[in-house]
Structures are given as C-alpha cells and as structure tokens.
C-alpha cells in the first residue's frame, strides 16, 4: 500500500494525493484493460494501485475521515464491479475517479438527508462539560428555535413542546398525537428552513 | 497487508466476478429470442432447446472466463450464422441430382453452411498467436450448436454434413497459417 496515502483507516485526515505519475497511469490503463479482458492475474496489482487512489480521491471530495473511508471502499467495490464493462480504448484513471466522484456524491446527498431527517433521532441533551462559546450557541441556536416555534399553529407548539418534554402532553390518544406532532415537526422544518436556509 | 484490506480485497473480488456474470449474461440475453425462434421452426423441438439451452450457457460461461474464451463468442456466434440460415432457406426445396447421384439441398445446405462457420472461425483462429486451439473450440462449439437445429431438417445427415464441413472449413486455413 501506498503510505502517502493515509496508512491504516484510523489514521489522521492528510493532505490527499490522488494523482498518479505517466507510468502508474499506464500500468493502470493496462491492469484495467486486462481486468476488462478476464485476465484474473491483474487483479491484485489493480487493487493495489487503486485502493490508495481511490481513498485519497474520497478524502479530498468528502473532507470526512470516516465518511471518506466508507466511501471508498464502496466505490472501489464498485470500480471492479464494473471493471468487465471498461473500454479500453478510454482512459483508465478519468473512469475510475468518475466513478468514486459518483459514489462519493451518493454518499454525501445520503449524508445530507439523514441530517435532515427526523427530530427524534436527534439528541437534544444538554453537554455538562460544554465550552462558554458552546453553551452560548446553544442560547443562540435556543432563541432561533423558539422564534421558529412563534409563527407555528398553537397545536403545533403544544405538540413540539410535549415531545422535548417541556410541557404536559395534550389528552389525546398516542396515534393522533403522533400525527399531530409529525405535521408540526414538517411545519418546524419548513419554518426553520425559510428563516436559516438550512436544518 | 492489513485484515480490514484483506477484507475489502476479498468483497473486491466477489465483485469482481459479479460483474463478470453480470456483463455475460447482458451479453447472451439477445440469443434467447433467436433460440425461441429456432425452436419454433425446427423438426426436432426437444433438439432446438437443448442445443439453444448449451448456446446460451456456453456463450455466458466463455463470456465470464474472458481471455481467449471470451473472445471467441462473437466470432463463434456470427460463424454460426451461416449453418443456421443456409439450411433454413433451403428446407424446403427438392433434392438436386448429378447424373444418378441425388442429394437434398438442405443438406448441401448444412454442409455449405458448416464450410463457411469453418473458414470463418479457422481464418481468425489462424490470425492468434497463441490460444488457437482454445479459440477454435470455443467458435467451434458456438457455430455449431447455432447450427445445428438447423441442420436437423436434414435429420443425422445434415449434422454429420454441418460437422464435416466445418471440419473441412477450418483444417486447410490452420494448416495453411501453421507456424513452421
């Protein structure tokens, strides 16, 4: 492997370094075509050369560690998943770094909706050992909310408040009050979002 | 090489030959009507699916093997044309005779068609530097199979006459191009 290019999975984010010198793209181009062709033999000189491309490709697209590192196995997955459909006659690497940029952007946008996703599955607890500067954006972002929170429906407040524990719940039976709650957690979003421009 | 990358390398692998699989069987896909097709019209219906049946496994197995193997599917497939529509067109006609010897032209058909599957597949084998005889049996097995329900209008003849003449087809051009 590659030591330039991030050691073991736990190593520290560096600088990455996806690119290859005119030889190694050649030897690229010719492992893949050979792959293309079955030749069974290119494959552990193929994975060699692309692991360490592809997750330093990943680390600079994502800027995560973690993220970076699932990434580019999944890609890599999906490199020689497709490597019987390359053609030769193209060149190897702007292939295989479209198809890590794909997955990348896949795994990015799923990142993304799972940030936007349900309330519940946040954790809203306060830090004990918080800083001064996070306890004041918690403040800060405390006031956004409730700002967000005085354009909803009073029933919609009622409902949010109940669920974050900071009034009784309404008497209602838990189905309708689950609804109820689902509506005003999407009137919350929508709110949040006409305001900040983000959840 | 560290576990977690002998994982991955090991999940690259099983892709690997997903994706292989995968491509093959996009490849074989079109011949599935054309069997249909061949087991529609031909005299012996138990024949036409089990040639098409092995035509079909077999270009998906050369298919994934790749190499030498693979690259004999789409020359095997074409040659086989010629054995497959030859006798088709000519099933219907009367027999020919030269003086008091008389022959039915399905026949001439299957033998023709099996000459041309021949010097097809035996000029490309040829052509190799190495692999002739993997690529002569892989082509060889194709045209033939895509043959050969054809040639079965002409009943035990037409095939012994589909493999002598893609048996006389392929000897004198790999001869010819045999390496001194």
């Known amino acids: 492997m590659n030591p330039a290019a991030g050691g073991n999975g736990n190593a520290p984010l560096r600088a990455p370094n996806a690119r290859m010198d005119a030889a190694q793209r050649r030897e690229l181009q010719n492992l893949l075509a050979r792959l293309a062709d079955g030749d069974r033999a290119a494959f552990p000189p193929a994975f060699t050369l692309l692991w360490p491309v592809t997750r330093a490709f990943a680390r600079s697209f994502l800027r995560d560690e973690a993220g970076a590192e699932d990434a580019a196995q999944q890609a890599l997955i999906r490199v020689f998943l497709r490597a019987a459909e390359f053609d030769a006659a193209r060149p190897a690497l702007p292939w295989v770094l479209g198809v890590v940029a794909n997955e990348c952007r896949t795994l990015r946008r799923k990142t993304q909706r799972r940030r936007e996703g349900p309330l519940e599955e946040a954790d809203a607890r306060p830090d004990p050992h918080a800083t001064p500067e996070a306890n004041a954006t918690g403040r800060d972002l405390e006031r956004a909310a409730l700002a967000a929170l005085d354009g909803l429906p009073a029933a919609d407040v009622e409902a949010i408040l109940a669920h974050i524990g900071a009034a009784g719940r309404p008497d209602l039976p838990p189905a309708t009050f689950r609804k109820r709650l689902e509506r005003a957690l999407k009137r919350l979003r929508r709110a949040w979002s006409e305001r900040h421009g983000t959840l | ?180």
């Open chain 2, 1 to 180: 090489m560290e576990p977690s990358e002998a994982a991955l390398l090991a999940r690259a692998r099983r892709a690997y030959e997903q994706g292989r699989l995968r491509a093959a069987l996009w490849r074989a896909a079109p011949l599935v009507p054309v069997v249909a097709w061949t087991w529609s019209w031909c005299r012996y219906p138990a024949l036409a699916a089990l040639c098409g049946a092995a035509l079909v496994a077999l270009t998906v197995a050369f298919s994934w093997r790749g190499q030498v193997w693979g690259r004999a599917v789409v020359p095997g497939l074409a040659a086989g044309l010629a054995p497959l529509v030859l006798p088709w067109l000519m099933r219907g006609a009367s027999d020919v005779c030269v003086g008091e010897m008389c022959c039915s032209l399905c026949l001439l058909g299957c033998v023709g068609g099996g000459l041309v599957a021949g010097v097809l597949v035996g000029r490309r084998a040829a052509s190799l530097d190495e692999g002739r005889g993997t690529f002569l049996a892989a082509a060889g097995a194709l045209a033939l199979l895509a043959g050969a329900p054809a040639c079965a209008f002409a009943g035990v003849m037409g095939l012994a006459g589909l493999l002598l003449g893609f048996a006389g087809g392929t000897a004198p051009v790999l001869l010819a191009r045999a390496p001194a």
